[in-house]
């Protein structure tokens, strides 16, 4: 009963639900972009890619 108390404590706060809604607006925003063209008829597959891409030179430029 108290390790749950002291668990739900340090991990339910308001600055940590403001860090993953921050964390999770990118890939949010290009799934929910992604279903329109896709239901619109438009297949595109490529915004994935292109995420992939700019992550891998955001890693590769961010370690130099």
Known sequence: KYAANAFLATKLSFV???RISQTAMIPLVLGIGATFIILMGSIDLSVE????SAAQLAAYASCR
């Open 16 to 18: 940590n639900a403001v």
């Open 49 to 52: 890619g292109v995420l992939t």
